[in-house]
């Protein structure tokens, strides 16, 4: 880690006392520690969107909502092509560009902006990649208007949204949204599947998966390595209990949250030249004997 990167995150650290940090939001914590953050499913799930997408090699791809870096990094490290990350929370930018440099990743850029005012040209891409960010901002339709408005006239938008699958009891889904820091609806597949369809774009993939509980021990033992790292070690003992305490009371919380949920690798394809109407509907096959 660059002493530039631990100056900006220990910067950030020093603002703040441990009471304050006892009352950070999940993105404000994940950015502070320097968390991995992946997509739910992890380096498969990205794996599985590029050869779902196929990109073209050269042509630029985005990730919305890039965080700490692990998605961008993984996308770069796959493609010829610049990839582009685009978070608003400019600690987190830090460690996304330090840990590519440290990797040996060069075809990737860290952008600060909005996802909902992205900084970039109409047709600019031609992957966009969202993982678990468009339920963090507060205008759904607006950030997805904005992820077409950048793809190209061939691109894919590749979603990745978590929902509901059965609903939540009220005390856990206002702890939830406690935690994110923003609005929780209780949304199911359809919802994100209405949110992401649009005129003339065809849903060309959508792969369903449940999560798997986790016990306490597993989350404790990654709350440790997680925080064990350059920047936090000159901190204060009880600013690091803060940031474990926070991340262990946010991991144990979406444990529990998402027990009730799911999520979908979704593909949308943009001016698909064969839509395709199927009029005989088929499914994975069951076994059968004659
Ligand atoms: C829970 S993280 C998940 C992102 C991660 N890349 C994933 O694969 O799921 C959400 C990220 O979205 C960012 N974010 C939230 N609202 C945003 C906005 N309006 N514009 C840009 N980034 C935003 C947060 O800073 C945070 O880094």
Redesign the pocket.
Known sequence: MDTATIATAAEAIDRLSAAEIRALD??RV?GLTNEP???SGGGETVRRVLQLARPRPGRPVL?????TGY?SIELASWLDAPVTG????PV?NAFAADKAQRAGIDNVTFVL????RMPFEDKTFDLVFC???TS??TDHEKAIGEYYRVLSARGVLAAVPIYYRTAPPESLRSAVEEAIGVPLKVTDKDYWADMFSSEGVSLVADEPYEYIRQSSERINSYVETVTRQPHLESQPAEKVAALRERLAHFYELFDENLSYCGYSIMLFRVGHPNPEPVLHATRPARPTSL
Do not use: K
Not at 113 to 116: A, I, K, N, P, S
């Open positions: 999940f993105s994940v953050n992946m997509p990730e919305v909502g890039s965080n998605t685009l978070d608003y929370n987190s902006g909005d996802g909902q993982s678990n960010v963090f901002m």
